[in-house]
T-cell receptor, first 116, second 110 residues
Framework: GAGVSQSPRYKVTKRGQDVALRCDPI?????LYWYRQALGQGPEFLTY????????KSGLPNDRFSAERPEGSISTLTIQRTEQRDSAMYRC??????????????FGPGTRLTVL | SQKIEQNSEALNIQEGKTATLTCNYT??????LQWYRQDPGRGPVFLLL?????KEKRKERLKVTFDTTLKQSLFHITASQPADSATYLC?????????FGSGTKLNVKP
């Protein structure tokens, strides 16, 4: 069956540009999480959704980062006025049950963002 | 601050032996803990979940223990195979957010 997909897989942008990263979760999955992963490190929490509701965005680095999931399915992570320090692998994951329900996570392949 | 520690040094073992990986945490009281496998260039893949009231969980050649007093989980792979070579991550859920360790790389040599 179809897993979590992310697009684009690779994004190269110039400093100051806005980027939008897309996540398509597994159909019917309730929870959706965004992470950033540096090389040699585990995923770092950014934000998560329960259906369309953004429940926690405390991991977003600053107000240039935002995320939405308007219909409770596809989610977009937007970074405005990108900076070189935003370069990283961005991953999303979905889970079949609401947050806090002993959820395993299914990860997408990630989007590698490079800011020049 | 909250911390999850996994051995950053790679674990090298011979095929057929048991691999044991450690995950220690501080300042958490997780209801459960998870282990994931990550291959180079790919996203983490869920392996096992163990709840705070479970001391041990098994799945095929995998075994996980969870000691909430020691604040430690051990992950065992018995009869290891070269195909088990990967990075293994532990993760805790705290107030609906997941925190991952940095992972331990396992190398199983034939």
């Amino acid at each position: 069956g179809a897993g979590v997909s992310q697009s684009p897989r690779y994004k190269v942008t110039k400093r100051g540009q806005d980027v939008a990263l897309r996540c398509d979760p597994i159909s019917g999955h309730v929870s959706l999480y965004w992470y950033r992963q540096a090389l040699g490190q585990g995923p770092e929490f950014l934000t998560y959704f329960n259906y369309e509701a953004q429940q926690d965005k405390s991991g977003l680095p600053n107000d240039r980062f935002s995320a939405e999931r308007p219909e409770g399915s596809i989610s977009t992570l937007t970074i405005q006025r990108t900076e070189q320090r935003d370069s990283a692998m961005y991953r999303c994951a979905s889970s079949p049950r609401p947050p806090g329900s002993y959820n395993e996570q299914f990860f997408g392949p990630g989007t590698r963002l490079t800011v020049l | 601050s909250q911390k999850i520690e996994q051995n950053s040094e790679a674990l090298n073992i011979q095929e057929g032996k048991t691999a044991t990986l450690t995950c220690n945490y501080t300042n958490y009281s997780p209801a459960y803990l998870q282990w994931y496998r990550q291959d180079p260039g790919r996203g983490p893949v869920f392996l096992l979940l163990i709840r705070e009231n479970e001391k041990e969980k098994r799945k095929e050649r995998l075994k996980v223990t969870f000691d909430t007093t020691l604040k430690q989980s051990l992950f065992h792979i018995t009869a290891s195979q070269p195909a088990d070579s990967a990075t293994y991550l532990c993760a805790l859920e705290n107030f609906n957010k997941f925190y991952f360790g940095s992972g331990t790389k396992l190398n199983v040599k034939p």
